[in-house]
C-alpha cells in the first residue's frame, strides 16, 4: 500500500477482505495464510492480523490454530477427517502411496504441523503407514459413512 489510509491501513484491508468474502472469492471458506495476504496487500503481517481481528470481531471469520483464517459461517471439518477422506475421493487403495506432507500442505492450506498431526492420527487409527524414506502408504480403508 504505497499511500496510507487516514481510516487506517488495517481497516481498508478489512474491507477488502469482506468484499471478497461478500463476492465468495475465497474457495471452500479459506482465506490465504496472512503472509500471502501479507504479499498480496504489501504490507506487514502484523497489519493483516489486526485486519482480521477487526473482521473476527465482526464474527465475520474465526482463527483455527495450526489450520488458519476460515470464514465463520463456512463448516469447518478437522484436518484429520478432510485426509481420511482423501483416500476415498482419490480412490486409494490398500498398498496406494499416500500424497507427500508438502502436496498436502499445498492441497489443503494447512501447516506442516497441522498435516503432520493428523497423519500420526491416522498412522495411529491404522489406516496409514508410513516407511522411512518411502512415505507413506494406505494400510486400510476408512469406513464409508452410510
Keep these: 500500500m504505497p499511500v496510507a489510509s487516514p481510516r487506517g491501513t488495517y481497516m481498508r484491508i478489512a474491507e ?6 461478500s ?3 475465497f474457495k471452500n471458506g479459506i482465506l490465504p495464510s496472512e503472509a500471502a495476504m501479507a504479499d498480496k496487500f504489501g ?12 473482521l473476527e470481531s465482526d464474527k465475520l471469520v474465526v482463527s483455527v490454530p495450526g489450520a ?3 470464514i465463520a459461517s463456512a463448516p469447518i471439518r478437522p484436518l484429520v477427517q478432510r485426509l481420511t477422506e482423501l483416500i476415498i475421493e482419490d480412490s486409494l487403495s490398500i498398498g496406494d502411496g499416500y500424497p ?4 498436502l500442505c499445498a492441497r489443503f492450506d494447512a501447516s506442516r504441523t497441522a498435516v503432520r498431526r493428523a497423519l500420526a492420527q491416522m498412522e495411529g487409527s491404522g489406516l496409514l503407514i508410513a516407511v522411512h524414506g518411502k512415505g507413506r502408504t494406505v494400510r486400510a480403508l476408512p469406513a464409508v459413512p452410510e
Excluded: C, F, M, P
Excluded at 504490507?43 to 477487526?54: C, D, F, G, H, W
Excluded at 507427500?100 to 502436496?103: F, R, Y
Design 68 to 70: 488458519g483464517w476460515r
Design 16 to 21: 477488502g477482505v469482506r468484499k471478497e468474502i
Design 100 to 103: 507427500s506432507e508438502s502436496q
Design 23 to 25: 463476492e465468495g472469492k
Design 43 to 54: 504490507v506487514a503481517r502484523n497489519t493483516i492480523r489486526r485486519a482480521l481481528k477487526s
